[in-house]
């Protein structure tokens, strides 16, 4: 019996050194991502391709759908039919020369390749895995952004983040070994929780709650509590702020039976206070605020606390909270005391440590909450420093704010004021150059009268 030719397929394998399936996949892969990106065909960009599959399409034993067919001429340069072919072959049959169908006739030799193939497929994946540096260096990168998040705009942390999680979809095939790979997975969730706090921030609800649960669905492969506490706690949040708080409720109350540390409860309680204001529940807003100065904050997690940052809860960022909460329930005196506690806790740090996002945030719910007690004089002194702030760091979360402010302007008792309808037309003219109306393309925020 002739010898089986090589096909042209397996010769450019070998010459491209990615003949073994585990050199290959990469390769195969970004070459799909590349391809459905430029015909925005997202099918096409998840295209993959398994072993034993790439080993009968280097024997020609079968032939590559649509999808792969692109994707191998692009990557070898050559039309299938000449991949398919052997290596010296200059002109294809015709698709009738194919026509017959011919059973494999299996020799001893043929045996003894595939066993040595699977042999080497083995061998090459056992040993495949990254160094502990490149696993390192997207840690503390990823720990950088966390912790640096609230002094940077968050149209730089967005594309900041972006790298970095693309980095670690880059590498995820390049490692067989289980505790890297669940390292990769934990890292490409915590980059998606930065980037739905950044979307957050420049005003994509929908890009939010979408980036969350990818964070989730990386994060459920290896069951990291801490992170599926975090992501339950923003799932909660984003759904509050979109008028769904039944449904805040629900993911809250389920985020709280995975989390352990302090500072996880402590956000979570923080997170329920405000989700049974937006319900209208004093009582129970009441009950969650006092919960929450109950924690231990001594019992740790490795996402809260040792990557912290954007990920922690500072104590500055919990009085904030609770003073919105009391300002949902109309509990002014209240609010006062608690917005005032985040900004004395706030002003206390270095200028190197102090989030101005909840600083600012914080001050335009103290201005909100003395605007209901009747104290204008006050709340024009308040809401300076607010309006000294550069677009990019005009967020949501207190344009949001401002604009309870601005409706809270037009109640009788305020509207006959000459300078509370100067403040009000000041806050229009501010919110309309903010962080979202800095991207491309974006529409400025209007403001309700």
């Not at 005032?340 to 945030?361: F, G, Y």
């Amino acid at each position: 019996m002739a010898e089986e030719q090589e096909t042209l397929l397996r010769k450019l394998a070998r010459e491209e050194r990615i003949e073994s399936y585990a050199m290959l996949l990469p390769r195969y892969e970004q070459t799909a991502r590349r391809l459905g990106s430029l015909n925005r065909d997202t099918k096409l960009s998840r295209e993959t391709v398994g072993p034993r599959q790439w080993s009968r399409w280097l024997g020609a034993k079968a032939t590559p759908q649509p999808y792969a067919r692109l994707i191998l001429e692009e990557l070898f340069g050559q039309p299938l039919e000449l991949l398919m072919a052997p290596a010296g072959t200059r002109q294809v049959g015709t698709a009738s020369s194919l026509s017959v169908v011919q059973h494999p006739h299996i020799t001893e030799e043929d045996l003894l390749m595939t066993a040595h193939d699977a042999a080497s497929h083995a061998g090459d994946a056992a040993s495949m895995s990254l160094t502990p540096e490149a696993i390192q260096l997207l840690r503390t990168q990823l720990r950088g952004l966390a912790r640096s998040y609230h002094q940077k705009p968050a149209a730089e942390i967005f594309v900041k983040a972006r790298t970095i999680r693309d980095t670690i979809e880059r590498r995820m095939p390049l490692t067989h070994r289980p505790s890297q790979s669940s390292e990769l997975y934990l890292l490409a969730g915590q980059a998606c929780g930065l980037l739905a706090s950044a979307a957050f921030d420049l005003g994509s609800q929908e890009a939010a709650e979408t980036l969350t649960m990818a964070a989730l669905a990386y994060v459920r492969p290896i069951d990291h509590a801490p992170l599926a506490a975090w992501c339950g706690g923003n799932l909660a949040l984003l759904a509050y702020w979109d008028g769904r708080p039944m449904e805040a409720l629900k993911h809250v109350k389920a985020a709280q039976g995975l989390a352990t540390s302090g500072t996880a409860k402590l956000r979570l309680h923080s997170v329920a206070a405000r989700t049974y204001a937006h319900l209208g529940m004093p009582d129970q807003v009441r009950y969650e605020l006092e919960a929450a100065q109950q924690v231990d904050r001594d019992i740790r997690d490795d996402h809260h606390d040792d990557v912290g940052g954007e990920f922690g809860f500072s104590m500055e960022r919990a009085a904030m909270s609770a003073g919105s909460s009391w300002l949902l329930v109309s509990d002014g005196g209240k609010a006062v005391e608690a917005s005032s506690h985040a900004l004395d806790l706030v002003r206390a740090r270095p200028d190197t440590q102090r989030s101005v996002k909840v600083e600012m945030e914080a001050t335009a719910d103290l201005a909100l909450a003395q605007l209901l007690n009747g104290d204008l004089e006050s709340a024009l002194t308040t809401l300076g420093p607010v309006f000294e702030l550069p677009p990019e760091q005009r967020v949501d979360g207190l344009l949001s704010r401002l604009k309870g402010v601005r409706t809270q302007l037009t109640v009788p008792a305020l509207q006959r004021h000459r300078e509370a309808s100067e403040l009000g037309h000041h806050i229009e003219e501010f919110s309309r150059d903010s962080a979202r109306s800095t991207l491309p393309g974006v529409p400025r925020l209007e403001i309700e009268n």
